[in-house]
């Protein structure tokens, strides 16, 4: 079993829709948790971090996580199609090792 | 964010031949350094740690004679693939992160064809 799921997508929506992305993971001593964006070609950028459970919001970006279920979310709202990309998951115990998701493919049409 | 750039961005190189990739932190000091390759739809696969000044950690099944890593300082490490076969054909990706804080930084990237 992967240490870190996440479905690769593609997930197709509108300009405007809210997008829901998701991972779980099986590791409980996972703590940290980090929100990746990847364009196509190019390193990935930080957009969010979270630490343990609990919500998080930053502009149009909120990031959830529930250690419970072992299942963190990133929504998007007010989609644009600048926000087309690849989008990972990052989980870490203690910042000296991360785990990465495979990256979901997100495409918002105009 | 801390501004991380690598050098080159493409590389197409020969088989058997040996090819080096910088990593470099333009504004943050960089203590410690991870190498990742990605393959393509496919995650971040980590290769190695490093910190400055010490010998690179390397993961299961990740050669290290294979890959070279060097961080001589705070803002420079370097991966050299050595005897590069097609199979080694990937995105590798550097990020650096200091003690003091969570973030990783990650850098643009290179990606390394071999034929």
């Known amino acids: 079993q992967k240490e870190v799921e996440q479905d690769p997508g593609p997930l197709s929506v509108p300009e405007g829709a809210i997008v829901s992305l998701n991972c779980t993971y099986s590791?409980?001593?996972?703590?940290?948790f980090m929100w990746y964006r990847q364009y196509s070609r190019k390193g990935p950028e930080l957009l969010m971090y979270t630490y343990s459970s609990g919500n998080k919001e930053d502009g149009r970006f909120t990031a959830q996580v529930d250690k419970s279920s072992k299942y963190i979310s990133l929504f998007i709202r007010d989609s644009q199609p600048s926000d087309s990309a690849t989008y990972l998951c990052a989980m870490s115990s203690n910042f000296n090792k991360f785990y990465f998701g495979s990256g979901t493919k997100l495409n918002v049409k105009p | 964010g801390a501004v991380v750039s690598q050098h080159p961005s493409w590389v197409i190189c020969k088989s058997g031949t040996s090819v080096k990739i910088e990593c470099r932190s333009l504004d943050f000091q960089a203590t410690t350094m991870f190498w990742y390759r990605q393959f393509p739809k496919q995650s971040l696969m980590l290769m190695a740690t490093?910190?400055?000044?010490?010998?690179?950690?390397?993961e299961q099944g990740v050669e290290k004679d294979k890959f070279l890593i060097n961080h001589a300082s705070l803002t420079l490490s370097t991966l050299t693939v050595t005897s590069a076969h097609p199979e080694d054909s990937s995105f590798y990706i550097c990020?650096?992160?200091?003690?003091?804080?969570?973030?990783?930084?990650f850098g643009p990237g290179t990606r390394l064809t071999v034929t």
């Open positions: 990020s650096t992160r200091d003690s003091r804080v969570y973030e990783q930084y």
């Open positions: 490093s910190n400055e000044g010490s010998k690179a950690t390397y």
């Open positions: 590791n409980s001593a996972f703590q940290y």
